[in-house]
């Protein structure tokens, strides 16, 4: 009897020690005494940063005992800077787009052409670079964007691939319209209509997302700006 591969596909929640409530407490003198409130609790430990991940454990048959597997690991970016106390029903919202985020990488090896590139430098360690080609091209997203000040505020529509999966993408079509990034922070509303943010590197490339949670745009542009 053939056996295939199986994938497991769960949450991990991870403990977040870049993220800190200095980041963006006490920038605006009208927050004040919230912020104190809220950085104290965070000094009692009530509260900390954490980041959601998507982890797919992937089963391989092995042999032709049934219970030999070689399994393997896989996972999604993560959403960081995450507050504990946002509550279940957003965790659950980031995990189910990290999924998403997850599959789309699953599907891209499974529908991609393999060959094996022999760097002289790595041959001597024994490594050899597997590099994956597409066979497949993945759609593009359809968005929106607007600018208030130094902020870019992206609209994922629904239409074709995610914002989220089409990142990279995104970005550069910002820095051909003309955006120094360097200059800019960004914010996007996703499918499920919350606004978080997309990060950027020195460089101007995509470097990860930060979570804001909230679902108006005035909400996120004005907790950005605490940041």
């Not at 699953?106 to 022999?118: F, P, V, W, Y």
């Not at 999966?165 to 120094?180: A, E, M, S, W």
């Not at 919350?194 to 460089?203: C, K």
Request: with cysteine; glycine share 6%.
């Amino acid at each position: 009897m053939t056996r295939n591969a199986e994938i497991e596909i769960d949450r991990i929640e991870t403990y977040d020690p870049h993220a800190h409530p200095l980041d963006y407490l006490f920038q605006d003198p009208d927050y004040r005494a919230q912020d104190e409130a809220r950085l104290a609790a965070w000094q009692r430990d009530e509260w900390h940063f954490l980041g959601i991940r998507a982890r797919a454990l992937i089963k391989i048959p092995y042999g032709a005992n049934p219970e030999c597997w070689i399994t393997a690991e896989l996972m999604s970016p993560g959403l960081w800077g995450i507050e504990s106390d946002s509550g279940e029903n957003y965790f659950r919202q980031v995990y189910q787009e990290e999924r998403e985020i997850l599959i789309a990488m699953l599907a891209s090896l499974k529908t991609s052409d393999i060959t094996q590139h022999q760097c002289s430098a790595l041959a001597q360690q024994g490594v050899t670079v597997i590099r994956f080609k597409s066979r497949m091209g993945e759609p593009r997203s359809v968005y929106s964007h607007t600018v208030h000040g130094n902020v870019i505020a992206i609209v994922d529509h629904d239409g074709g691939g995610s914002v989220t999966n089409d990142v990279d993408n995104v970005i550069d079509d910002l820095t051909h319209q003309g955006f120094d990034l360097s200059k800019y922070r960004i914010i996007y509303r996703d499918t499920r209509g919350i606004w978080d943010q997309l990060l950027i590197d020195r460089t101007g490339h995509f470097a990860g997302f930060s979570s804001i949670n909230e679902r108006d745009l005035t909400a996120a542009l004005a907790r950005l700006t605490r940041y």
